[in-house]
């Protein structure tokens, strides 16, 4: 079973703050992603990566910025934090080969930014 | 671009009934993967089932099947002898072959299982 940890698992920050999302996996998946989930929207991809120093943009990228360290760690970066980043943010993992298509999701960080 | 859309916000179903939720997509690509996820009340998300574009058999694990219709970009979700426990919300996503292998998702459904 893939695991995937993020942290913090619940965040709130000033508008304007800086915040930091973490994400790490332990199943050697190149795969990486950021997805945010808002009510209505469902889950949004923000970044995604297929190894470290590897950088891909998604389709709501706006405010984010994010770096992939190692294969196994995968970091959100919010620099300047405004309330439209108050989400749920999702990272998950996925490999490659057949099975390669299927993700792994960590349990969620809750960003509320006041 | 690719584009997943579910139009029921929710679902209301008595227990050991079947549910069949709606989900259609766009894509220009002629070769892709449907997925449906399932996310439970504590927020945990996990993968259900998946259909291959190529494949014309519709996937079924355990008591998950799908409804595959190409000609209309549909994959609809059925489930069957619903349990108390399948009350969650389901969400349908996609990833293009040649679109790397980001999913797509749709704004998803949520199904009420009740006694």
């Known amino acids: 079973e893939a695991a995937v940890t993020q942290s913090p698992r619940n965040k709130v920050t000033v508008t304007g703050g800086n915040v930091t999302l973490s994400c790490r996996q332990t199943?050697?998946?190149?795969?990486m992603y950021w997805y945010r989930q808002d009510t209505g929207h469902g889950l949004r991809l923000i970044h995604y990566s297929y190894g470290a120093g590897n950088l891909q943009i998604g389709d709501v990228p706006d405010g984010y910025k994010a770096t992939r360290t190692t294969q196994e760690d995968f970091f959100l970066l919010l620099e300047l934090a405004s309330p439209s980043q108050t989400s749920l943010y999702f990272c998950a993992s996925s490999g490659t080969g057949g099975s390669g298509n299927t993700l792994y999701f960590g349990e969620g960080s809750r960003l509320i930014v006041v | 671009a690719q584009k997943v859309t579910q139009t029921q916000t929710s679902i209301s179903v008595m227990e050991k009934t079947t549910v069949t939720m709606d989900c259609v997509y766009e894509?220009?690509?002629?070769?892709?993967?449907l997925f449906w996820y399932k996310q439970t009340a504590s927020g945990e998300i996990v993968f259900l089932i998946r259909?291959?574009?190529?494949?014309?058999e519709n996937a079924t694990v355990g008591h998950y099947s799908l409804n595959f219709q190409k000609p209309k970009s549909s994959i609809g979700l059925i489930i069957t002898a619903t349990q108390i426990e399948d009350s969650a919300v389901y969400f349908c996503a996609m990833r293009e072959d040649q679109g790397g292998r980001a999913l797509i998702f749709g704004t998803g459904t949520t199904v009420s299982v009740s006694p």
């Open positions: 259909q291959d574009s190529y494949k014309k």
């Open positions: 199943n050697s998946h190149n795969y």
């Open positions: 894509t220009q690509d002629s070769s892709y993967f």
